[in-house]
C-alpha cells in the first residue's frame, strides 16, 4: 500500500506524489539494466542478444539471464547495456516491440 504525504504551504495542499520527479539519466549511462519480455521460444535470448549487439556491441552475454513464466508462456531476459541517448532506447524498444516476439521492454 502506498503512503501519500501531503505537505501544506500557505496556498494549497500538494501531494508529496505529485513533486516526485523521474530520475535523471546521464548519457551515456553504463549499465543500463533492460527486462524484455517476449513469447517463450528457445532462441529468444539469442534474438534479443543479436538485435540489441546492434546497440551496444560490448554487451556482456555472459551476464546476460533469462526466466520463464510459472505458464512457460512467456519469457524474461534480463541483460545491461551502454545506453547512449533517449532516442536510442526509443529507437530500441520500438525494433524490439515491432518484431512481434516481444511484448513489453522495462
Sequence with gaps: MKKIMTLKSSKRTVSAIDEQLPPKIEFPCADY???V???NADDL???VIELLLKYDEHIDVSK???QDS???KFRSIR???TAQSEAQLIELNDELKASGRVI???
Design 33 to 35: 539494466p533492460l527486462k
Design 37 to 39: 519480455i517476449g513469447h
Design 45 to 47: 535470448k539469442d534474438f
Design 64 to 66: 546476460v539471464t533469462h
Design 70 to 72: 510459472k505458464s512457460a
Design 79 to 81: 541483460l545491461l547495456i
Design 104 to 106: 513489453t521492454v522495462l
